[in-house]
């Protein structure tokens, strides 16, 4: 008599634990498309961080257009540098897995990789200092004190779902 009690003991337990796990998982999932933005709204007109740099600290016509025309040339070089590391990283694939690999290529292809993302870093911090220089002491000021929740707006998980 003890083993069927036993058995129904667990098999009521188990029923429990199955049923605890769905409820987690359904609140678990239900909550993840509740998330809010961090700081601004999603809005088209704030896809680029110009109008948003514009609207947080107030920049004139002449510095958002100055900051615009900043922000497409570094775009442009990045996009030269990016090319290249793409390319090279290819090659560097290629060799590391060829029947009789070169090490001697493959060093050399990495710190060509390494240089590149040194440049790429070289060209956000040239970039940072003119933009900087465009804005005010208290816009600098306001900057600095929204520059993380200005990078974390523009993570890829904290975009609107596009339909």
């Known amino acids: ?8 003991l667990l098999k009521r337990l188990l029923l429990v634990l199955v049923l605890l796990n769905a409820c987690l998982i ?6 993840s498309y509740k ?10 007109a704030f896809k680029d ?10 920049l004139t016509d002449d510095q958002a257009l100055k900051i615009q025309k900043l922000r497409d040339s570094f775009y442009i070089k990045e ?6 590391n793409k390319c090279q990283k290819d090659s560097m694939n290629t060799a590391m897995f060829s029947k009789n ?6 060093k050399h292809l990495a710190k060509s990789i390494s240089e590149n993302v040194y440049q790429r870093e070289l060209l956000r911090y040239i970039q940072a200092k003119a933009l900087k220089d465009i804005c005010t002491p208290q816009q600098q000021e306001h900057l600095s004190e929204i520059v993380k929740e200005v990078r974390d707006y ?10």
């Open 101 to 106: 690999s070169d090490d001697r290529l493959i």
């Open 154 to 163: 523009f993570r890829p998980d904290n975009q609107p779902i596009k339909k």
């Open 49 to 58: 961080v110009s109008g948003i740099l514009k609207k947080e600290l107030q």
């Open 35 to 44: 998330r809010e933005p961090l700081l601004f709204p999603k809005k088209e």
């Open 26 to 31: 359904f609140y678990l999932f239900s909550n």
């Open 1 to 8: 008599m003890d083993v069927f009690a036993q058995n129904k």
């Open 79 to 84: 996009q030269v540098l990016e090319k290249t």
